[in-house]
């Protein structure tokens, strides 16, 4: 069999004309023989010009029409088709053949008609039969053992796709509806999902595909949870909606992501609410080549605003998003006026001038420094960029007289143990004395946990680990966090935007905390292995505890107090969170700023402490002067500049 598949192509299509043509003079006299109960030789003398004529005109015809381009074990139904088209020409030829016969008379029409059936029959079941044997004898020794959960069309198209591949093979479907059970679906069987633990044990399963695309992601969660147990490797199938011209493709199916183990439903955004602030006005977005930067920007170009300015200190991310967006605007048909500017937002004057240029509606802040460990280690840069960055561009909105200004906030700045957490809350806490120093510029802060597929996200790196071989490196077997998609936590950043009235500090609805350890181990059994440890010694990957990271919380929070009030929207909540007045918070912004510029660790180690009550440092102030040497020495040029104390907030 491995003779025939080493073969070329060209001696391929000639083998298999060969067998057709000794072929077709048997299924011609197997007609005859239909026709007349017996044959003999004076019947067989009316025919056997016949005989010989059958392959002579049907092999050319099966030629033309393309029947032996088709590779026998990528075939489908569309060679009936072809089958069909080609055996009915030879027919016809046959039988204007006969109309020229002198003995004309002695034919019988009805063998033409039984030949008709009898080649169709023979063309396409001879060759489903070869594309089945070829596919089972010729399979590798290596096939990876697969079940389908999900027996409906996308199961069957799965299937389907499955068959033509060497390097998987179908052994079983499984399905929870009990009208499927124990129905065979092109020669597979369709058992329960109580089966499972068995099929993998008996069969060796080792790869279970879920085919059930219209699944919402807390029914998907119920099943992986069923699956989690048996260690087998696991993959999904897209929603519907995303498959090409609706057809599901081997390539489609995707690896487990966390998404899919947190079982969330997303809720259909307000519209309405989501486009009062965009759709046909300008809008900035500083920041706009990061993770979040980059997602808002995504969505809001959808809303069809006049104009986007995308403000970002990274060459290489603001070419980037701006070629991605040019793009978005070509495929929906958005007439958006793209302006992308190279730049920080610590430039006030350039802020400005952008700001009151372009008519700026609405500013969504997303530039900042949000990895906890460098920040801590930088504290100088963390503070300059997400302060006093902060402070820049909010000064220069107002000054534009710029309508809605939306700061992208985070969990850490919730009673705060890290110098980034900490500084995400003093830039809180100026928007909210902003936002009682004057009436026009809207100012509010959206504070959520961690998103999927930012920057420094854990998960992409669980994932790197595991097909690295591990160890999976864990920083403690307690430590919980809250997880949201990256596009689900942007529209709810757009929609709470546009609720802001002033000094909004709005909180979004993460859902319940995940314990990281044993989002760890679920990884590694959906991958199909084997966590190592003291009771599995024989395990293949290792969860390998490193301690908590400089500035890490155990477990973080969404409020600092017990006073958050709902909103128009579910999923996000309005919270109520003390304030400093701009006059008590301008002296200590000065304070730091002067201390930040000189290096003074000490002194701005305690001003932070000062002007943000809730902070408590994990590190303790020989760690804090440490980490911030090494910046000192290592580095020319980071100067804050300090404030002007007569640059008040201005209405």
Not at 112 to 140: C, H, K, Q, T
Not at 444 to 452: D, S, T
Not at 506 to 534: N, Y
Not at 619 to 629: K, S
């Amino acid at each position: 069999m491995k003779a025939i598949l080493d073969l070329s192509r060209f001696k391929k299509q000639l083998l298999a004309a060969c067998i057709d043509f000794c072929m077709l003079p048997l299924t011609f006299f197997f007609s005859i023989w239909l026709r007349y109960d017996h044959v003999d030789f004076s019947v067989v003398q009316h025919y056997w010009w016949l005989l010989l004529a059958a392959p002579l005109v049907s092999i050319p015809i099966f030629i033309r029409i393309g029947l032996y381009r088709a590779m026998i074990r990528f075939i489908d139904q569309k060679i009936v088709y072809v089958v069909v088209l080609g055996v009915s020409l030879s027919v016809l030829v046959l039988v204007t053949l006969s109309a020229f016969s002198v003995r004309m008379s002695a034919l019988s029409r009805s063998v033409f008609a039984i030949y008709w059936i009898s080649a169709i029959l023979y063309m396409v079941a001879g060759r489903f039969i070869a594309r089945g044997y070829f596919l089972r004898a010729m399979g590798p020794v290596g096939a990876t053992r697969v079940a389908i959960y999900g027996a409906g069309d996308a199961g069957i198209q799965l299937a389907s796709a499955l068959r033509v591949t060497l390097d998987y093979a179908l052994v079983a479907f499984i399905d929870d509806s009990r009208e499927m059970r124990g129905a065979t679906i092109a020669g597979t069987k369709v058992y329960r999902p109580d089966d499972l633990e068995w099929l993998v044990a008996r069969r060796g399963i080792k790869e279970v595909l879920l085919a059930m695309p219209t699944l919402t992601r807390s029914q998907q969660k119920r099943i992986l949870n069923r699956l989690e147990p048996l260690q087998v490797k696991t993959r999904v199938t897209p929603p519907m909606g995303s498959l090409l011209n609706g057809q599901l493709r081997l390539q489609d199916v995707r690896d487990i992501e966390i998404e899919d183990l947190l079982g969330r439903d997303p809720v259909a955004p307000d519209m309405n609410l989501i486009s009062s602030c965009i759709t046909d006005k300008a809008v900035l977005i500083s920041g706009a080549g990061g993770s979040i930067g980059s997602e808002l920007c995504r969505q809001i170009v959808r809303l069809k605003p006049a104009r986007m300015l995308l403000l970002e200190s990274s060459e290489y991310a603001l070419y980037a998003i701006e070629q991605e967006l040019r793009a978005l605007c070509a495929e929906t048909r958005a007439e958006v006026e793209l302006l992308p500017f190279l730049g920080s937002v610590l430039d006030q004057e350039k802020c400005l001038r952008m700001l009151q240029t372009y008519a700026v509606d609405t500013v969504y802040h997303a530039a900042a420094y949000k990895h906890v460990p460098l920040v801590e280690h930088n504290p100088i840069e963390g503070i300059r960029n997400n302060v006093f960055g902060t402070l820049s561009l909010a000064r220069a909105a107002m000054d534009a007289k710029v309508r809605r200004f939306v700061l992208i906030s985070t969990d850490k700045a919730v009673r705060p143990t890290n110098v980034m957490g900490c500084t995400k809350r003093l830039a809180e806490l100026i928007l909210q004395a902003f936002a009682r120093e004057q009436k026009h510029t809207r100012f509010c802060m959206v504070r959520f946990g961690n998103v999927l597929g930012s920057s420094g996200s854990v998960v992409p790196l669980f994932r790197n680990q595991i097909m690295a071989g591990g160890p999976i490196t864990v920083t403690h077997p307690e430590i919980t966090r809250y997880f949201m998609t990256i596009s689900e936590a942007a529209q709810l950043v757009l929609q709470a935007g546009a609720m802001g009235e002033g000094g909004d500090v709005f909180v979004l609805d993460m859902g319940e905390p995940v314990r990281i350890m044993d989002l760890a181990k679920r990884m590694v059994h959906l991958s199909g292995l084997e966590v190592k440890s003291e009771a599995t010694p024989h395990g293949t990957i290792e969860i390998r505890q490193i301690g908590l990271r400089p500035g890490e919380k155990l477990y973080e929070e969404l409020l600092i107090g017990a006073n958050a009030q709902g909103t128009e929207h579910p999923l996000i909540l309005r919270a109520q969170e003390a304030e400093l007045p701009w006059s008590a918070l301008s002296e200590a912004l000065n304070r730091l700023a002067q201390a930040s510029e000189r290096f003074a660790m000490d002194e701005v180690r305690e001003l932070l402490l000062q002007t943000v009550v809730e902070y408590a440092p994990q590190c303790g102030i020989e760690d804090f002067l440490w980490t911030a040497a090494g910046q000192h020495v290592g580095r020319t040029g980071a100067v804050v500049r300090p404030l002007r104390p007569d640059h008040a907030a201005r209405g």
